[in-house]
């Protein structure tokens, strides 16, 4: 960490500043001009957010991802971690990660209660969440097997990307764990927590990031400055709802998949795997047609979207 944060659980706005009501007159909006009396900062993102989240706001951290990772050994209540800048930000497979000002670059720390193997469906809420904020905001996001958000059609990715998502979970021992500092139907030793990091590029020029993420952003996209703040409610509050209606989450994800009825390439851990992606099966599974007509279901892996054969 490398500034003081700033934390509110305190979902009461400050005297005389306005209702979240009055400060949005109802009507979703995410337009960065809107003056409604909020900063991007913890009150303002824990003002009129339904979801039951303590906001932390950074103006510059290493990664949200490891602040979670901090916060979840010490059995914090569930947080999300705000940073308008991260110095040294991660990807997925250990990829880098670009995050100048600007961003949505956050990191929720969550005790799911769902089995172990209902994980992925968190993941993928996650991704639905954010396409339905993008949307909100004019941009007609997709979402790529298994969580990236792109938009448009060109690129070799089939689209630029607009969000990625990593998560990572582990299990409190015990040692670093302080019971203290929760409410009793908070953590014990041993719960399982998620960290679900989410990487928006909004208020960022796409040449700020490096020109093989083949990256674009909501500025770029909408060609003006979003509310980073009524963003990132929308994605918080939408995965709430989604995490407490299981069964929804995957139809939704279907309704905004740019990856099935596609030609596809997954890398996984055990071998390449290519034909056409027909389904996403529970917790998250990719349904890929192979050649020969096998169905081949891949859990884990890197897809690329392929052209039609004979295109
Ligand atoms: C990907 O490789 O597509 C996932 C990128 C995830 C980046 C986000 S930014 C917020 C959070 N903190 C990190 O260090 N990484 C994630």
Redesign the pocket.
């Given at each position: 960490m490398t500034d003081e944060a700033e934390t509110t659980g305190d979902e009461e706005s400050a005297e005389g500043e306005p209702t979240a009501d009055e400060a949005t007159d109802g009507e979703p909006t995410a337009d960065e001009a809107t003056d409604d009396g909020y900063e991007y900062d913890a009150d303002g993102i824990r003002a009129g957010l339904d979801a039951d989240f303590a906001v932390e706001y950074h103006e510059t951290l290493g990664?949200?991802?490891?602040r979670a990772k901090t916060l979840a050994a010490e059995g914090a209540p569930e947080t999300v971690v705000v940073?308008d800048e991260?110095t040294?930000?991660?990807?997925?497979?250990g990829?880098e990660?670009s995050?100048p000002a600007g961003?949505v670059?956050?990191?929720l720390l969550v005790w799911p209660d769902a089995e172990p193997a209902a994980t992925p469906l968190y993941t993928l809420a996650t991704a639905v969440a954010i396409t339905e904020a993008c949307r909100e905001a004019g941009v007609r996001a997709r979402i790529k097997w298994p969580n990236?958000v792109l938009v448009g059609t060109d690129g070799d990715r089939g689209g630029a990307?607009l969000c990625?998502?990593?998560t990572e979970s582990g299990q409190t021992d015990g040692s670093g764990t302080d019971e203290s500092s929760r409410d009793d139907d908070t953590a014990q030793s041993g719960d399982r927590w998620l960290v679900i990091?989410?990487?928006l590029n909004a208020n960022v020029d796409p040449a700020a990031l490096p020109a093989e993420a083949d990256a674009t952003s909501l500025r770029a996209e909408r060609g003006a400055d979003v509310d980073r703040r009524r963003l990132l409610q929308t994605v918080l509050d939408r995965f709430d709802e989604l995490r407490g209606d299981p069964d929804a989450v995957l139809p939704a994800w279907r309704e905004y998949a740019d990856t099935l009825d596609r030609r596809v390439r997954v890398e996984t851990p055990g071998g390449t795997v290519v034909g056409e992606a027909v389904d996403v099966r529970f917790p998250g599974s990719l349904v890929v047609r192979t050649d020969d007509g096998d169905e081949v279901v891949v859990t884990a892996g890197d897809c690329e979207h392929l052209r039609p054969i004979g295109n």
């Open positions: 990664s949200s991802n490891d940073a991260q040294a930000p991660r990807g997925r497979e990829r990660w995050s961003g670059w956050v990191s990236d990307k990625g998502v990593l990091g989410i990487g």
